[in-house]
């Protein structure tokens, strides 16, 4: 037990790092699952975290109505912005997300209440592990279920070919906004929660380099399951940690193993198609034998 | 694979809750080796090991050595938390050193102060730093305390009526420049005829430099790093504009001198050390430090070497029990206590003023240097 509480004293911000890391991963997830190459969940994850964090410096609200506020926030916005920017597709989406991600982060930079460039201190340390692995396991079950639904199967034909799934009588207008709004919603909590152990936050948190972060764990782990984002976002939340030894090649190594990861596996590490066909081949050799 | 088994072996210690070897007084380093803050982590961790080496040749400190634990924090908050804990919980450090910036140790101090250990800052120059708590230190010099003395002299010297104000609005550390000469010229009753802003990476500054010349001012006042501070005196000089600029920290840095050359002429800085202070201290300093490294000196690498200097003095009145609560709480206790001279001349500590009713940590208790740049160069201002 001693070696335990050693391991959870040292190792517990890093454990909380992967769980926050998995919702961003999955909030990306959803908004892809709709066939949206979306930047702006960085900035999303930036609205839910100065929102809950001034919940509880200045109006000391509870910590779970404080975590509520983080996810509504970017919900309304994402609401807002999501009406005309979803219009746009492709790589002009992404374009818009990116642009809408910089007027945020530049908002935060210059808005009095948010400390500007000097970022909120002090926030108090209400995030446990708990808080993490609940909404985690609540994340990772309803987008499951969302998954196999009307709404799921709604959300992969609009990626498959948007024009057809309009004539099956898909509206697409609206399923796009709820992808965005949900993926939103996921990570202005990551973002609130991620606030509430680290002490403090500033802008330049949420900017273009957390959301291609986010797109990287994603897109290393693989699109195709639930499990990929979740396996990326550890894998490249704990590599860096586990290559500590190496000192200053440790992150020269780490670009490496990402390369290497995306030249041989163009689908992400996780791709159930691909797990099936060795099975199916490994069984097809075994009977050949005589 | 020397390193690899040593830092097995220091896992393995760790894991076993094994007390540091008898003899050996584990401190740690935590700093930002690579990415952006590197250019101020890489120069301190220098000092660090320079002072250890030192001190460890003359025999330790009371017979023990001193064995730097040295990690880096990249400069991101994340990251300096979980050094900070490996430090503390796994290589059951008697102290840490760092992190580089003010933003880490907004992230990593409240980790150090609930676990009892202190966290000493030497380049963390942001306000509040040391209202985390009582085990959060600092011997790096507050703007607060820098800029008034940069100001009265400067205006004294040119006998300035009114300044205009340039500075980036998207970085802390100039941020933070800015409000301190803004309560600086209001407390001094000094007028100012324009405030203008940029934002990093920016290169092109005219726009500003051209409304701060309508207004005619006698000085600029300048919050900026060196890379931008530099291309706006070397475009203030193309402007016809020909006052002298008067810059915060950001200025001390040689970067400044490889764009603007000789366009700075005049200009005031504060720092909180001169690399030509003639104290004994910092000659020795300055000549093993480029004998080591075969680089100058910079005041960062000055400030980490004073502050391994005072951490040792702490521990020279400290007796090691190996209990190691006991022996952190009784470091934290001796550290106040300690007022050397060192590269930075004379230092002590000073108890910030407590926060919310709870005790605050300590601030460095110095008076700064004020450099006026003459041929391309910086040299300590003696009032002539």
């Known amino acids: ?290 | 694979m020397n390193r690899v088994s040593k830092h097995f072996s220091l896992a393995l210690a760790g894991l076993l809750a094994v007390t540091a070897v008898a003899g050996d007084l584990k401190i740690g380093v935590a700093e930002a080796l690579t990415g952006g803050a590197a250019q101020y982590g890489v120069p301190i961790r220098n000092g660090f090991q320079l002072a250890a080496d030192e001190i460890n040749a003359k025999g330790g400190v009371n017979g023990n050595k001193l064995v730097l634990v040295i990690e880096d924090e990249q400069g991101k908050k994340e990251e300096a938390i979980n050094v900070f804990k490996k430090l503390i919980f796994q290589d059951k450090v008697l102290m840490i050193f760092g992190p580089t910036l003010s933003n880490s140790m907004f992230a990593a101090g409240p980790v150090a102060n609930a676990a009892k250990v202190v966290a000493f800052g030497t380049s963390n120059t942001a306000n509040g730093i040391t209202e985390v708590g009582p085990y959060v230190f600092r011997n790096s010099v507050m703007e607060s305390d820098v800029l008034p003395v940069t100001v009265s002299t400067a205006v004294k010297h040119y006998k300035i009526k009114k300044v205009a104000v340039i500075y980036g609005n998207d970085d802390a550390f100039t941020k933070s420049g800015y409000d301190v000469f803004k309560k600086v010229l209001e407390d001094q009753k000094i007028p100012v005829t324009t405030t203008e802003t940029y934002v990093k990476g920016d290169v092109d500054f005219k726009a500003q430099l051209t409304k701060i010349k309508a207004t005619n001012p006698d000085a600029i006042i300048c919050s900026g790093l060196a890379e931008e501070a530099a291309n706006i005196i070397v475009q203030a000089r193309g402007l016809g504009l020909k006052v002298p600029f008067i810059g915060g920290n950001g200025f001390n840095s040689p970067k400044m001198f490889e764009v603007s050359k000789t366009a700075g002429e005049g200009t005031f800085v504060g720092s909180p050390w001169a690399n030509t202070n003639p104290n004994a201290a910092n000659q020795h300093f300055v000549a093993a430090y480029k004998a080591k490294y075969g680089s100058d000196p910079n005041q960062f690498a000055a400030q980490a070497y004073d502050a391994m200097t005072i951490a040792a003095a702490a521990l020279k009145t400290v007796k090691i029990t190996g209990n190691l609560p006991a022996d952190r709480q009784a470091l934290q206790e001796a550290l106040p206590k300690v007022s050397i001279t060192g590269a930075t001349g004379p230092f002590k500590f000073r108890q910030a003023a407590p926060k919310d009713g709870k005790p605050s940590g300590y601030d460095a208790d110095q008076k700064p240097f004020i450099y006026v740049i003459r041929d391309g160069k910086f040299v300590l201002f003696t009032g002539k």
């Open chain 1, 1 to 290: 037990m001693a070696a335990f509480a050693d391991f959870w004293a040292t190792y517990s911000t890093l454990v909380y790092s992967v769980g926050i890391h998995a919702l961003l991963a999955l909030s990306l997830w959803l908004t892809l699952s709709c066939g949206l190459l979306s930047l702006a969940n960085a900035a999303f994850m930036g609205i839910g975290a100065y929102t809950a964090a001034l919940l509880t410096l200045n109006l000391h609200w509870p910590f779970p109505a404080a975590l509520l506020g983080g996810a509504v926030a970017p919900a309304v916005v994402a609401l807002i912005i999501g009406a005309p920017t979803l219009r746009l597709s492709g790589v002009y989406l992404a374009m818009a997300t990116l642009a809408f991600g910089e007027v945020t982060r530049i908002l935060i930079l210059n808005l009095q209440i948010t400390g500007g460039p000097e970022g909120l201190n002090g926030i108090p340390l209400l995030t446990t592990g708990w808080y993490i692995v609940v909404i985690l396991a609540v994340a990772g079950y309803g987008l499951a279920r969302i998954r196999r639904s009307r709404l799921g199967r709604a959300f992969e034909a609009i990626r498959e070919d948007e024009v057809a799934a309009r004539l099956m009588g898909i509206n697409v207008e609206s399923h796009k906004l709820a992808a965005f709004t949900l993926g939103a919603v996921l990570a202005g909590v990551a973002g609130a929660l991620n606030a509430h152990f680290t002490f403090f936050i500033s802008p330049r948190e949420y900017g273009f380099e957390n959301a291609v972060d986010i797109l990287t764990m994603t897109i290393l782990g693989g699109t195709t399951s639930l499990i990929g984002p979740v396996l990326g976002a550890s894998i490249l939340t704990l590599l860096p940690e586990l290559m500590r030894f190496l000192h200053a090649y440790r992150l020269a190594v780490n670009g490496l193993i990402l390369v290497v990861v995306v030249l041989f596996l163009p689908t992400g590490l996780w791709d159930a198609r691909r797990f099936r066909q060795l099975l199916k081949n490994r069984r097809a050799r075994k009977g050949g034998q005589p």
